[in-house]
């Protein structure tokens, strides 16, 4: 398939698209129109059709598109046909609200490891198969579980050193939650996120008196 | 001053753009194009300049931006000029983390309340000034602390009554954590937060290869 630079936000609303499609799926509907998806979730109907025709044709004129084999389309673009194997480095406040969030396990992403440097932390059982592990296990782990995302959830001054030991030993995509920039080699994905870009839409709103 | 309906992908581009102007303004850069801000924060010079001109006109031909009034302008389109109180309820491990969320604090967002209806979370100490308190103290404790933001950590079974009481109180703007889609009258703002969306655009680059 043709690798086509695909704007970030399309990709977020591809996301934003499947949740409504798995909804449509629960309600027992067969079509549905562009339309129909852009009022469903709040974006203009050209909108969807020029995101969704990044990846190709779909849907038939008049009819729309076929709830199940868009939903279907969607989650193979965003990969999440496949199941990815998750570790998380930081069991803190933060690592461990992630290692249990329901939302990660419903769409496909397994945290098969957490681990801390915390002697204090080691050994405390956040569910059934997840228990925190030392750091000194890492690379070992990252191969056996068949690790492809990391999750950075340690302070700022432990988080490039972490991030080089997660790429060394193989790990192909990041998810920064620590505030400190970091680098890593061209080949590996690196996602910051910043919690508070959040609550600053909620304070442009309040600040602005736009509704939603 | 005119309300745009301003798309929210620029908000959010807003955001970044300030943390950008932040490290100039430590660098002690004076002037910036639009081109400098959109190789720093990785978008097109264009899509600077077109966020930038829904608010008016910036900068000087030839010279580009001053960075600290360009700073400054922005965070008072984000209403960072602002302080804004923040209340969260639930105080399981998400909202214990949002709570101590340091990134909050530093864009002016203050967590002055932490609410549960657990005994055993009530009276836990998260930092110099935030206690766990129940969540009977609702409405007090919005209208003492002039609450703007209330964030809404609850498991999905009881969100929704969680978000009336807020909405009740006076509390102006939501966000959502919860996997419950909620209602709220017209007037009230509500964001929902999706973790999962950032793992989603991860498996999507690991799934087609494009860099970053």
């Known amino acids: 398939m043709k690798v086509f630079k695909i704007p970030e936000a399309t990709v977020m609303r591809l996301s934003v698209y499947s949740r409504h ?3 449509l799926i629960g309600e027992g509907v067969v079509n549905v129109s562009s339309g129909e998806i852009a009022k469903g979730v709040g974006v203009s109907s050209a909108q969807v059709r020029k995101d969704l025709a990044y990846f190709g044709e779909f849907g038939t004129r008049g009819v729309g598109y076929n709830v199940q084999e868009l939903y ?3 989650m193979r673009i965003l990969g999440l046909n496949n199941c990815w194997n998750v570790m998380i480095v930081g069991a803190g406040k933060l690592g461990s609200a992630l290692a249990i969030y329901k939302g990660f396990a419903d769409r496909g992403f397994k945290v098969r490891a957490l681990l801390d440097t915390d002697p204090d932390k080691i050994g405390t059982k956040l569910a059934e198969d997840l228990v925190v592990e030392p750091i000194t296990v890492l690379e070992e782990r990252v191969k056996d579980e068949n690790i492809s ?5 340690v302070p700022g001054d432990t988080a ?4 080089d030991k997660l790429v060394e030993a193989g790990v192909g995509a990041l998810l920064n939650f620590s505030p400190r920039v970091l680098r890593v ?4 994905i690196l996602r910051n996120v910043d ?3 959040n609550l600053e839409l909620l304070s442009f ?3 602005y008196g736009t509704a939603r």
């Open 185 to 188: 080699p061209e080949s590996v």
């Open 205 to 207: 709103y309040l600040s």
């Open 149 to 153: 995302i990391g999750i950075v959830t």
């Open 21 to 23: 499609l798995t909804q």
């Open 72 to 74: 279907s389309h969607i």
């Open 195 to 197: 919690l508070s870009v």
């Open 160 to 163: 490039q050193e972490v991030t």
